[in-house]
């Protein structure tokens, strides 16, 4: 599974998240490293792919990019209520089930934050397997 095979709607999400985390103000260079686990301007390039992004393989910077972004504004993200809908299009709950969809769709059997090192495997604890 790839990133094409979502739906037109599931695709603009994960944009809109990967480009808010990239382009936001809520990690500066350092905790953007350590939570997303590339540096700004691996992502960056990421994103000047899109929509030709390929995320095929579990270990590539696409696929840990979107993952760990999707991740973040899931469920680690700290934005105030009424500055949300200024850089997601919709709420953490609906990110969780793009997220949930992409990573089944993947064949994994939990979402979480993943890193290249690991292979593409989760890093840390995974937050639950999909559709919890």
Request: proline share 8%; charged share 30%; glycine share 6%.
């Amino acid at each position: 599974m790839s990133l094409k095979d979502l739906s037109v709607t599931d695709r603009a999400i994960v944009l809109h998240v990967v480009r808010a985390l990239v382009l936001g103000p809520f990690l500066d260079d350092d905790d953007y490293a350590r939570r997303i686990g590339l540096r700004r301007p691996q992502v960056e390039a990421v994103l000047r792919w899109w929509p030709d992004v390929d995320d095929s393989a579990d270990d590539s910077t696409a696929c840990i990019a979107i993952n760990n972004s999707l991740h973040e504004a899931a469920s680690r993200l700290d934005v105030k209520a009424r500055d949300w809908p200024t850089w997601f299009p919709v709420s953490p709950e609906e990110v969780r089930e793009v997220w949930v969809r992409w990573a089944r769709a993947r064949g994994w059997s939990a979402i979480g934050p993943r890193s290249a090192s690991d292979g593409g495997a989760p890093g840390r604890a995974p937050a639950g397997p999909p559709g919890d």
